[in-house]
């Protein structure tokens, strides 16, 4: 099995501030990794794919990163609405989603 | 619109079962392999099931294989997840998540449903 490992868990910030999480996978797995956004009491929604692939519609200046076993979702400039929990998955073999990183206001 | 709603979700305890539905509209199903994707409270996010399109493949993770079954159909715009042996440790929010691309390809996730809560407790 394929193991993700996420940091920080949590990340406190401020409107403007540039965030970066982290996702290391226990094996390599090229670029199959997705980047999903989660609200409280709603659905995650797909915000990268294919490691640094935009899906249709999430704003640009979230970006993401990395190949093999590195992997990185940046925010450029946090903004109020960006406030949420993200989850990693890679999706070489089967499915693994990492831990989750809060990003609450500091 | 493209939309995926689970239903099905409740209180039943240790040992009962539960069949969960996820109905699809705004796209054409059959094409499309699915997922089942839980959630304990305050938890993060666990890969359940995974079925292509044709009914072809099924994957199960080990957490629930021997006692989950998923499965589809396809005039019905459908897609199940019967639980049996439900434990404690299987509650939580129950998702059914599209592929992104069609065909069977093991992707990532594009389109979610709200999610229908699973409490397994005497």
Redesign the interface.
Known sequence: DIQMTQSPSTLSASVGDRVTITCRASHNITNWVAWYQQKPGKAPRLLIYRASNLESGVPSRISGSGSGTEFTLTISSLQPDDFATYHCQQYSSLWTFGQGTKVEVK | EVQLVESGGGLVKPGGSLRLSCTASGFTFSSYSM?WVRQAPGK????IS?ISHSNKYI?D??SVRGRFIISRDNAKNSLYLQMNSLRAEDTAVY?CARD?REGFR?????I????TLVIVSS
Request: aromatic fraction near 30%; charged fraction near 25%; avoid cysteine.
């Open positions: 997922n993060g996010l666990e890969w995974f994957y993770a080990d998702y992104q093991g992707d990532a996730f594009d979610w449903g709200r999610g």
